[in-house]
C-alpha cells in the first residue's frame, strides 16, 4: 500500500503550514500521512503522529496477538502492530477544513475499537460487531460531515491502554486539530472507554509527567460512558469469561476477573487477561481504570457461577480471583475524576443507551442498562458543574450508540 508524505521521525512538521496558522507542539512529529487512494471508510486523510515527550510507553499486550491493531490500522502504525502509546492516528474527515460550523469536532472511541469501525464504518468488523444483527457501512463521522461540521477522530495506539496516557494524546490531537485550522476550541465526542480519556484531559487528571488542560474544549458530550463506573466483569464473570479464556474457546480482548479458571476439566492461570496487574503483566489498565462498586444499588447477580467470590475475591468451585475492591484498589479512576471534575467552563452532555440487548453476550440485567453500562451511570453528573442536558435513547444498546440515527440526531443538536 502506498505510503503519501512519508516523514523521517526526527523532522518535525507543522502541520499548519500551507494554511499559515499556528504551529503544532514542538513535542509533536509527523511520520506519516495517508491520502486518496491509501485510507478506506471514507475518511479524508489519516496521519500518524508521535509524541516525544518521556513517559509514553509501549503497554502489555497479550502474546496471542487479540489485542494487536488490525486492517488498516496496520498500515497507519507503519506495519508496526504493537506501538508505542507515544504513537497516536489523527482522522481528518471530508469537509475537515471547508465545513460551515465553527467549531469543529474530535471523536474519541472506545475499548477493543477503532476509530474506522466506531465512527466511519460500524459493519467492518462484520456482523453483530455493531450491536445489531444488521450492521450499516457509515456512521456519525459521515452523519456529522454532511452537516457542515468539521470532524476529527483519534486512534489510540493500545486497544485498552492507559486512560491517563490517552488522555494526553486526546491533548495532543485537539492540539493539531488547532493548528490545522486557526481555532481556539474543540468539542470533544468519548463514547464508553473513551469518556475516560477526554473527561481525564479536561478536569487535568495526568501521569506525573504529562501536561494539564490547555482550556481549549467548548463542549464535552459522553455516549454510554461509565461516568459513575461499572463492575460488569465481576458481576457476571462467568459468562464474561467464557469469551475470554481460550481453554473454553475465548477469543475476546478483554480482561478477566479471574486468576484462575477451569475449562473442560483443565484447571489454568491467564497472568495475560488479569483486570489487576499478575504475573508482571498488566494488558489492561484502562479497564480497570473504569471500575467501581455498584453492588450497593443493583446487587450482584447471585445466578451466575462463583458469584460470591467472582464479586469479592477467594477461590470458587471453577475460578479463582481477588475480587473487584482490589482491582478498584489497584488503580480506578472514578474516584479521581469525579474529585478533579470539570471545569464548569466546558458545557458537558450525557447520553445513555436504554436497551439491554447485544446479540452474543450475557446482557446487564441488575438494573436499567444499555447491556454493559448503567443509565445511572452513564448520566451520572458527580463531578460536572456545568451540565447542558442529559438523555437516554431508548432502542440503542451500548455498541449502537455510536451510528444509531437517534442518537446521531441528538449528538448533532448539542452540538450546534
Avoid at 502474546?63 to 492516528?89: C, E, H, I, M, N
Avoid at 475449562?263 to 467501581?292: I, K
Avoid at 452474543?360 to 447542558?388: H, K, M, Q, W
Amino acid at each position: 500500500m502506498a505510503v503519501v508524505g512519508v516523514v523521517a521521525a526526527a523532522v518535525v512538521v507543522s502541520p499548519a503550514a500551507a494554511s499559515g496558522t499556528a504551529t503544532a507542539p514542538s513535542y509533536l512529529t509527523l511520520e506519516a500521512s495517508y491520502g486518496a487512494g491509501t485510507v478506506t471508510n471514507g475518511w479524508e486523510r489519516v496521519e500518524r503522529y508521535l509524541d516525544t515527550t518521556t513517559g509514553f510507553r509501549t503497554e502489555g499486550y497479550p502474546a496471542d496477538g487479540r489485542g494487536d491493531q488490525d486492517g488498516k490500522r496496520v498500515t497507519y502504525f507503519g506495519g508496526v502492530s504493537r506501538p508505542s502509546s507515544g504513537r497516536f492516528l489523527l482522522y481528518s474527515a471530508p469537509g475537515w477544513n471547508t465545513g460551515s460550523r465553527t467549531t469543529p469536532v474530535l471523536l474519541v472511541h472506545g475499548a477493543n475499537d477503532t476509530a474506522d469501525r466506531a465512527w466511519a464504518n460500524p459493519g467492518e468488523s462484520g456482523g453483530y460487531g455493531c450491536g445489531a444483527a444488521s450492521c450499516p457501512s457509515t456512521g456519525l463521522m459521515q452523519y456529522l460531515s454532511g452537516r457542515g461540521h468539521r470532524v476529527f477522530a483519534v486512534g489510540f495506539a493500545h486497544k485498552q491502554g492507559d486512560n491517563l496516557m490517552q488522555a494526553q494524546v486526546v491533548g495532543d490531537a485537539i492540539a493539531l486539530v488547532k493548528a490545522k485550522l486557526g481555532v481556539d476550541k474543540v468539542d470533544l465526542v468519548g463514547w464508553s472507554k473513551g469518556e475516560m480519556s477526554t473527561r481525564a484531559y479536561v478536569s487535568s487528571l495526568k501521569p506525573s509527567w504529562g501536561r494539564a488542560y490547555a482550556g481549549d474544549v467548548r463542549r464535552l458530550i459522553t455516549l454510554g460512558g461509565p461516568n459513575g463506573g461499572y463492575d460488569y466483569p465481576y458481576a457476571h464473570g462467568w459468562a464474561h469469561d467464557f469469551s475470554i479464556w481460550p481453554e473454553c474457546g475465548g477469543k475476546i480482548n478483554a480482561p478477566s476477573p479471574h486468576s484462575h479458571m477451569t475449562c473442560y476439566g483443565l484447571y489454568t492461570a491467564h497472568p495475560e487477561f488479569s483486570m489487576t496487574p499478575s504475573g508482571g503483566q498488566d494488558n489492561y489498565p484502562g479497564q480497570r481504570q473504569m471500575l467501581a462498586r455498584w453492588d450497593g444499588v443493583y446487587g450482584v447477580d447471585g445466578a451466575a457461577q462463583d458469584w460470591y467470590t467472582t464479586y469479592y475475591g477467594g477461590q470458587g468451585f471453577y475460578t479463582a480471583g481477588s475480587g473487584i475492591q482490589a482491582a478498584i484498589d489497584a488503580g480506578s479512576l472514578i474516584a479521581p475524576l469525579h474529585s478533579a471534575g470539570v471545569p464548569a467552563s466546558v458545557t458537558t452532555y450525557l447520553l445513555a443507551g436504554g436497551s439491554a440487548d447485544i446479540v452474543g453476550i450475557f446482557n446487564e440485567n441488575r438494573g436499567p442498562s444499555d447491556g454493559v453500562v448503567f443509565i445511572s451511570s452513564a448520566l451520572d453528573t458527580t463531578g460536572i458543574p456545568t451540565v447542558g442536558g442529559k438523555a437516554t435513547i431508548a432502542t440503542a444498546n451500548h455498541l449502537e450508540l455510536g451510528w444509531n440515527s437517534a442518537a446521531a440526531a441528538q449528538v448533532a443538536t448539542w452540538l450546534s
